[in-house]
C-alpha cells in the first residue's frame, strides 16, 4: 500500500484535531505566558530578608514619615509611621505609591549633562552688566534653597528666585487654633496641609468651603457655599464678619490671592491660627546669602541665565510670566527634573534628577506645621548613573561646597540645642539637647525629625501681601477657568492609571465642562476640543459634568494648563 | 474505509502523544533532597502543621522550615530509618542547607498572604494542601519545562489520590466566589 500525498495531509489533519482535545496546545499557551513573565527586562518580585525602613516623603511638603516594608534593599510597600505626633500614622495614596515612581516610564535619566555645564560658563562668562544670572526655586526653604541663595550671592548679578507665598514661609496656620476656617477653594482635605494634621485637628474647626463645584473637601465640609467665580471675595468676607466673634477665623485661599487673605487681619486668627514661624537653624557661615526675590520684581529681559529646580514639586509659576523676563536673544534655560513635562518644554536643557524615594534631600515644614521641622527623604533605592544633583551642579560654578551641605545643617540645629527629635523606629521623642551630634545626624539618616519649640507665646506675623492687578477686559472668553487640584508630578503610573481612567482627577489633557456649555459650543462627552486663552490653546478632550456651573471650565493643574491659563483666568472651548 | 486510515492514525497518534507523552515530556521530575514522613511526625513526634510552618511575630509565613528547626530534634538520629541517617549525615552534621523545592511555589507576580487565609479566613491547611501532611514520603518535584512552576500547582497529586482546589488563578477565584469574596486585580498582584 502506498502512501500518497492525501493520506499524508489526511494524516495531518487527524494530528491537528487529536492536538486540540488533548491539553497540550492549552497547557503551552498558558506555560509560555508564565515563562515570558521572566524574560530579561521584566521586574522581578524580590527576595531577602524582609526588614522596615524609614525616611520621610519629599512629594510634598507635608513630608510625612514614612515606613518602607523592604525585601532586601527593595521597598515594597509604603506606610505611615504610627505615633508620629504630627503626622499621625497616615500617609496620602500619591505617598504610599511613592516606591512606583523610579520606575515612572517616562522619568529622564539621561541629559546633556556637559553640554548644559558649557553653556552655562559660556554665560556667566559673557553675561552683560544689566543682566542677572538666576536660580529659580520652586520649592523654597530646603537646605539646597540655601545652597542657591549663596551661589548667587557669588555671582555680580546673581538672583535667588522663588515663588511668592503668603503662607507656609514665615507665616505658617496652626489649624487646632481655628475655630472657624473660611476656605476659598483650598483643598483642606485633598492635598492642602499634612493629610493626618488636618484630620486631627478636624473636630476642632467647623469648615466652610467657598467654590464653585462641590469638591471632595466641599463634600465634607460643615458648609458648602457654591459661589460663581468671581464672587468668592464678597461671599468671604461676610463670612468672616459674622463669624470673627465666635473666635479665631482663618481664611485660606487656593490660589492665595492678597485680597482673600487679608481677611484674616479682621478675624482674629493673626497670633492664633495664623502664626510667626522660625526657620531651622543655618550654619553662620551661610547668613552671607542673596535674599529671596520674586520674579515680577526683576525687569523684563533681564535674565540671562536661567536655572530652574524642578527637582522637588513646589508653586508652578507660568511660563508666560517667566519668558517676558529672559533675555531675548538666547538666554540659557536648565532645567533641573525628573520628567520633561514642566518647564522641560520651554528650556534649552533638561538635566535628570533623582526622584523619591531615590533623592536624598531635605523637606521644609508644610503650611500647617506651626514650627520649624527639619527631616530628611533619604535614599531608600540607589539612584540610576548619570543624574545631576542641582544643588551642586550650581554650587560648582560659584565655587561653593555643597556636597556636606545637609549635615552641616544638622549640626547648626544641634548646635541650637532647641526642640525634640522623634525617631520612627521605636517612636520615642528625645530633647535634642539630650542627643549627641553624631548621634542626631545618624538618627536623621534612619528615620526621624526634628521639630522646633513651640514659642510660649505665638507671634502674630506680617503677611507678605501684594497689591493685586485688574486683568484685562476679556469679553471674547466666555468662559470663567477652575483650576483643579494640584497634585505631585509624576505620580505612580498605576495610581495615575486608576484614578484618570475614572475620572476622578481629570487627567492632563483633559478638561470639564457643564453639558449646555459643551452643547453650546456642539461637543459631546468625550469629545476633542481647543481650549484657548490669551495665552495659547490646547488640543484637550472633554468630560461633562452636571456638577459644574455653567459659564465655567474645570482644567487639571498641570504645567501645560497652568501655562495656558495661569495668568489667564478666562478661556473658550471649540469643537475640533 | 482506507480513506479513513490516515485520519484516524494521526488522530490516534496524536491523542496519545497529548495525554500520554506530553505530560512526561512537560515535566522534569527530581527527588526532594530528603524523603521526608509528615506521617511520622505528626503522629510519633505529635506535631501539628504549625510547628514547623510557623509565622513569624510580624506576621509573615515562615514556609518550609530551615536547618536550625530540624537540628533542633534531629542533632543525632532519633530513629532507624536511611533517610533520617542520610539527613543527619549530609546537611545536619556539615550544617549545610537542604535545597528543598516547594510545590506551592507561586509566580513571581502574585502576592499571596498565609495569615489573611489563616487567621481571618480560618481555612485549614488541608483545605489547600490536601493531605501533604499526613504522608508518609514525600513525592518528587514535577517541574514544568517552560514555565519553571510546579506541577503541583495545576493538580492533585495521583499519588495522594484526594482531592483540593488548584492553586491556579482560576482555582484561587473559583474559592473566592464560593465565600462570596470580590477582590480587585491589585489584591493579589502588587
Known amino acids: ?576 | 474505509m482506507r480513506g479513513v486510515f490516515p485520519f484516524a492514525a494521526g488522530l490516534a497518534i496524536m491523542l496519545a502523544a497529548g495525554w500520554v507523552g506530553f505530560p512526561h515530556a512537560i515535566y522534569k521530575s527530581r527527588p526532594q533532597p530528603v524523603d521526608f514522613s509528615h506521617k511520622v511526625h505528626a503522629d510519633k513526634a505529635g506535631q501539628k502543621c504549625e510547628d514547623c510552618h510557623a509565622f513569624r511575630p510580624d506576621g509573615t509565613f515562615a514556609g518550609i522550615p530551615t536547618l536550625d528547626k530540624c537540628a533542633g530534634c534531629h542533632a543525632a538520629p532519633m530513629g532507624t530509618t536511611p533517610a533520617e541517617k542520610n539527613f543527619v549525615d549530609q546537611y545536619v552534621t556539615p550544617v549545610r542547607e537542604p535545597q528543598w523545592a516547594a510545590y506551592a511555589s507561586q509566580p513571581d507576580n502574585v502576592f499571596f498572604s498565609h495569615i489573611a487565609h489563616v487567621k481571618r479566613g480560618q481555612i485549614q491547611c488541608e483545605t489547600c494542601h490536601g493531605n501533604h501532611g499526613s504522608t508518609d514520603h514525600l513525592q518528587p518535584f514535577q517541574q514544568d519545562r517552560i514555565s519553571g512552576y510546579s506541577r503541583n500547582i495545576w493538580q492533585v497529586s495521583e499519588r495522594v489520590k484526594t482531592t483540593r482546589p488548584s492553586m491556579t488563578m482560576a482555582g484561587c477565584i473559583d474559592c473566592h466566589h464560593e465565600k462570596g469574596l470580590e477582590h480587585s486585580c491589585l489584591d493579589c498582584h502588587k
Request: glycine fraction near 8%; charged fraction near 20%; aromatic fraction near 6%.
Open chain 1, 1 to 576: 500500500m502506498t502512501s500518497t500525498r492525501r493520506d499524508l495531509i489526511k494524516f495531518g489533519g487527524g494530528a491537528a484535531v487529536g492536538a486540540l482535545l488533548t491539553p497540550a496546545p492549552w497547557r503551552l499557551v498558558t506555560d509560555t505566558a508564565l515563562w515570558s513573565e521572566t524574560w530579561p527586562g521584566v521586574p522581578r518580585v524580590a527576595r531577602g530578608e524582609i526588614r522596615a525602613r524609614y525616611t520621610n516623603c519629599s512629594l510634598c511638603p507635608a513630608g510625612c514619615p514614612v515606613r518602607a516594608r523592604c525585601l532586601g534593599d527593595q521597598p515594597v510597600a509604603l506606610f505611615g509611621v504610627a505615633d508620629h505626633p504630627f503626622s499621625h500614622g497616615t500617609l496620602c495614596p500619591f505617598g504610599l505609591a511613592g516606591h512606583h515612581l523610579p520606575y515612572h516610564p517616562q522619568r529622564l535619566k539621561q541629559g546633556p549633562v556637559e553640554q548644559a555645564k558649557a553653556a552655562v560658563a559660556e554665560a556667566i562668562a559673557r553675561c552683560g552688566a544689566e543682566e542677572r544670572i538666576a536660580i529659580l526655586d520652586l520649592r523654597p526653604g530646603r537646605t539646597a534653597s540655601w545652597t542657591y541663595r549663596r551661589a548667587a550671592k557669588q555671582w555680580k548679578s546673581g538672583t535667588y528666585l522663588a515663588p511668592h507665598r503668603i503662607l507656609g514661609g514665615d507665616a505658617a496656620v496652626n489649624l487646632a487654633a481655628a475655630k472657624n476656617v473660611i476656605s476659598v477653594g483650598a483643598p483642606l482635605f485633598d492635598g492642602w496641609g499634612t493629610p493626618g494634621n488636618v484630620i486631627a485637628a478636624r473636630d476642632k474647626f467647623r469648615l466652610i468651603q467657598i467654590e464653585a463645584t462641590e469638591s471632595r473637601t466641599a463634600s465634607l465640609a460643615d458648609t458648602w457655599v457654591p459661589v460663581q467665580p468671581g464672587d468668592e471675595l464678597q461671599t468671604a468676607r461676610k463670612f468672616a464678619q459674622d463669624l470673627a466673634a465666635q473666635g479665631p477665623t482663618l481664611v485660606l485661599d487656593a490660589g492665595e490671592r492678597s485680597e482673600i487673605l487679608a481677611l484674616n487681619q479682621t478675624t482674629g486668627a493673626l497670633g492664633t491660627a495664623i502664626v510667626s514661624r522660625r526657620e531651622a537653624p543655618v550654619p553662620d557661615s551661610w547668613n552671607q546669602a542673596a535674599p529671596e526675590s520674586q520674579l515680577d520684581a526683576l525687569p523684563d529681559r533681564s535674565i540671562r541665565v536661567l536655572l530652574i529646580d524642578e527637582s522637588a514639586a513646589g508653586s508652578y509659576i507660568p511660563w508666560s510670566r517667566i519668558e517676558k523676563k529672559l533675555v531675548a536673544d538666547n538666554p540659557v534655560v536648565v532645567v533641573f527634573g525628573s520628567s520633561a513635562d514642566g518647564y522641560g518644554r520651554h528650556a534649552g536643557f533638561v538635566l535628570p534628577t533623582a526622584v523619591y524615594p531615590e533623592a536624598v534631600d531635605d523637606i521644609p515644614p508644610a503650611v500647617d506645621s506651626p514650627v520649624a521641622m527639619f527631616r530628611l527623604s533619604t535614599s531608600l533605592v540607589a539612584a540610576p548613573a548619570g543624574l545631576v544633583n542641582p544643588a551642586q551642579f550650581i554650587a560648582g560654578f560659584a565655587g561653593i561646597d555643597a556636597a556636606n551641605s545637609l549635615r552641616e545643617r544638622a549640626d547648626a540645629i544641634h548646635k541650637a540645642g532647641r526642640g525634640n527629635l522623634f525617631t520612627y523606629a521605636d517612636a520615642k521623642s528625645t530633647p535634642l539637647k539630650d542627643v549627641k551630634a553624631d548621634d542626631f545626624w545618624k538618627a536623621l539618616n534612619d528615620g526621624a525629625s526634628w521639630a522646633d519649640e513651640a514659642p510660649v507665646r505665638p507671634a502674630a506675623p506680617i503677611l507678605a501681601l501684594v497689591a493685586s492687578t485688574a486683568n484685562a477686559t476679556e469679553d471674547d472668553l466666555p468662559l470663567a477657568v477652575l483650576m483643579a487640584e494640584a497634585q505631585p508630578t509624576p505620580g505612580s503610573p498605576i495610581l495615575t492609571k486608576l484614578y484618570q481612567e475614572s475620572n476622578l482627577r481629570l487627567a492632563a489633557n483633559r478638561i470639564a465642562l457643564h453639558p449646555s456649555a459643551a452643547k453650546s459650543c456642539g461637543i459631546a462627552d468625550g469629545g476633542r476640543a481647543m481650549l484657548q486663552t490669551r495665552c495659547g490653546k490646547l488640543e484637550v478632550q472633554v468630560t461633562l459634568d452636571e456638577g459644574l456651573p455653567p459659564g465655567v471650565v474645570r482644567v487639571p493643574a498641570v504645567p501645560c494648563t497652568l501655562d495656558l491659563c495661569g495668568t489667564s483666568p478666562r478661556a473658550k472651548v471649540v469643537r475640533i
